[in-house]
């Protein structure tokens, strides 16, 4: 069984659509995370969780907004997406909010057009 | 936070011994330092993660000295499918906020 899992695997999209990636953990982790990994394969962080409250909220536009419904899920939501929006978006998990290791989902690519 | 510097490539053949050496000169009392590993097209993966000294696990070695500016880590026999992107952080393993850092990490090429 997959630990991290992301949906979409690919999404294409015109400028200006809303779109939205999904992320859930299957660990019973406390802790998720979004990063966004560009073309330069700079990984950077972006929004951290913590049992479903926001705990970490990185100079990112205020089109990115995170969800999340219960511990096991933290979805991305995009509005009036951009062109610099491409990239390869990440979920993570940790046990807690530091210590141990993250786990990181396979990554959405988001190719905006 | 502390920044991690790291040579940007390393090329070798397989069997061989790799070092991979970074750089935390501001490295933080509380502060741990972890390594991922990432293939393409995939997330990164935990590798090994220390405090001090030498830790070792199946997969790699971890060397800090002292001064704890520094670290290598080292991956024994390397083979082709090691060839992938070594991220070196350094962080608060035990803050409430997360403060793990990639940088650009080491691309090492492992060819036969």
């Known amino acids: 069984d997959t630990a991290v899992s992301q949906t979409p695997k690919y999404l294409v999209t015109q400028m200006g659509n809303d779109k939205s990636i999904k992320c859930e953990q299957n660990?019973?982790?406390?802790?998720m995370y979004w990063y966004k990994q560009d073309s330069k394969k700079f990984l950077k962080i972006m929004f951290s969780y913590n049992n479903k409250e926001l705990i970490i909220n990185e100079t990112v536009p205020n089109r990115f907004s995170p969800k999340s419904p219960d511990k096991a899920h933290l979805n991305l939501h995009i509005n009036s997406l951009e062109l610099g929006d491409s990239a390869v978006y990440f979920c993570?998990?940790?046990?807690?909010?530091?210590?141990?290791?993250?786990?990181f989902g396979p990554g959405t690519r988001l190719t905006v057009l | 936070l502390a920044k991690t510097t790291q040579p940007i490539s390393m090329d070798s053949y397989e069997g061989q011994e790799v070092n991979i050496t970074c750089s935390h000169n501001?490295?933080?009392?509380?502060?741990?330092i972890t390594w991922y590993q990432q293939f393409p097209s995939q997330g990164p993966r935990f590798i090994i993660q220390g405090y001090k000294t030498k830790v070792t696990n199946e997969v790699a070695s971890l060397f800090i000295p002292a001064d704890r500016k520094s670290s290598t880590l080292s991956l024994p026999r390397v083979s082709l499918s090691d060839t992938a992107v070594y991220y070196c952080?350094?962080?608060?393993?035990?803050?409430?906020?997360?403060?793990?850092?990639f940088g650009k990490g080491t691309m090492l090429l492992v060819s036969p």
């Open positions: 660990l019973g982790h406390d802790t």
């Open positions: 993570a998990s940790r046990q807690g909010q530091g210590g141990d290791t993250q786990y």
């Open positions: 952080l350094v962080g608060d393993a035990n803050s409430g906020y997360s403060t793990l850092t």
């Open positions: 501001n490295i933080a009392t509380n502060d741990y």
